[in-house]
């Protein structure tokens, strides 16, 4: 039978890419849909303005939006999905923790909580029985956790698979989509014909939330690994997709042959999102692109290509689908690997 699952800040544009991805899940059975306010009493077509590219269900559209509050959800919910701006987040996902839900939250509130584990179900599952902690520590009988910043996605996980050479530095510096900011997020006339080199709180988060999700869970804390990571963010005008440029140093040699077999060699999860091929490695120079390279794996694939020893140690660039396994996928990978883990 599917868990009943809902959606917390269900009418925004992460809110329906988690429609788009949870209404034909199988696993998964949608009881529940919040927002703010101004939405609750409203049917979900009145209340949100539908613009992801695929048409609006029509089962979803009829249900009504509530207040994202614990006693305007069913009891028989499950799993929630939050998709709120993080100050809200870091209001009530505790109090939904509180009254037993699991929230598999994309928000970034709670994110670097030592008791909150930060997943890419890939890279670092094992983070996730920091659940009991939490849940001994809070006296929850639900839980929290947290998917990473769409950049912090994006190249992490090329991160892991080069992991046993030895990560010493890395230098990353991001070409951002204008999606990541939503809908309303950056004007048409400061983005068209330009690029930002600013975006509020990202670097900081690429070099603190990496070192969490590359760190060792012993069983009772986390330790965040060493490496020392610094970002440079900049938003340019592509819709989705985001592309990174990384240079890493290694304590052993670590060349452009040996990074390209790393990565097409790291291995993806039988769970049902998941991409068959991880991280897709190109060998064409100008490769990865977001327009062409987006959607592999239906957008949850890391694509990575440019690889080349440079003054810096090994260059190469990085590109993933920034609202699919940057946001919205990223969090529905959280709720199945719950799922097969017993916390649902
Ligand atoms: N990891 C990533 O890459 C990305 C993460 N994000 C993060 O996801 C979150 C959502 O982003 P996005 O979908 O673009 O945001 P939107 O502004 O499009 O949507 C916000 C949602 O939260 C609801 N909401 C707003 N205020 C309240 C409130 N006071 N109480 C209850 N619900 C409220 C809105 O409801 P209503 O329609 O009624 O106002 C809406 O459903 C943010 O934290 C953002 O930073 C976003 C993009 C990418
Ligand atoms: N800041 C990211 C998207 C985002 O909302 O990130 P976070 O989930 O860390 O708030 C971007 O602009 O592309």
């Not at 048409?55 to 799993?79: E, F, G, H, K, S």
């Not at 923790?97 to 670092?124: F, H, K, Q, T």
């Not at 991001?174 to 990202?202: F, H, K, R, W």
């Not at 440079?310 to 690997?337: D, K, P």
Request: hydrophobic share 40%.
């Amino acid at each position: 039978m599917a868990v009943r699952v809902g959606v917390l800040g269900a009418t925004g544009a992460v809110g329906q890419r988690l429609i788009q991805l949870l209404e034909p899940h199988p696993e998964f059975e949608i009881a529940a849909l919040t927002a703010s306010e101004s939405s609750a009493g409203k049917t979900y077509r009145e209340a949100a303005k539908w613009r992801v590219d695929s048409p609006i269900p029509d089962d979803i559209a009829d249900m009504t939006v509530t207040a994202t509050d614990p006693d305007d959800v069913d009891d028989d919910v499950d799993l929630l999905f939050s998709s709120l701006p993080s100050s809200v987040g870091a209001a009530v996902e505790p109090a939904f923790c509180e009254e037993g839900y699991v929230v598999s939250s994309n928000s970034s509130n709670s994110r670097m909580a030592e008791d909150v584990p930060l997943v890419i179900p890939e890279v670092n599952a094992d983070h996730l029985d920091l659940l009991e902690v939490q849940r001994d520590e809070r006296g929850w009988d639900g839980a929290l956790i947290k998917n990473p910043n769409c950049s912090t996605i994006t190249f992490v996980p090329t991160l892991a698979a080069l992991a046993e050479f030895g990560l010493e530095r890395v230098h990353v510096a991001t070409l951002q989509a204008v999606s990541g900011a939503g809908y309303d997020g950056v004007s048409s006339m400061e983005i068209i014909d330009n690029a930002v080199p600013y975006i509020g709180s990202e670097e900081d988060k690429l070099e603190t939330e990496s070192r969490k999700l590359l760190g060792e869970f012993d069983g009772a804390s986390l330790t965040h690994d060493s490496v020392e990571v610094a970002a440079s963010c900049n938003r340019i005008p592509t819709i989705d997709g985001h592309l990174e440029n990384v240079w890493v140093e290694a304590a052993d040699e670590l060349t452009a042959d040996d990074a390209k077999a790393a990565m097409r060699e790291y291995p993806s999860l039988d769970l049902r999102s998941s991409p068959d091929q991880f991280i897709y490695v190109f060998d064409e120079p100008d490769r990865p692109q977001p327009r062409m390279d987006r959607t592999l794996g239906d957008g949850m694939a890391i694509a990575a290509g440019g690889h080349r020893a440079s003054t810096f140690g090994l260059q190469y660039n990085c590109l993933a689908h920034n609202t699919i396994r940057g946001a919205a996928g990223a969090s529905v990978l959280n709720g199945e690997l719950l799922l097969e883990n017993g916390y649902l």
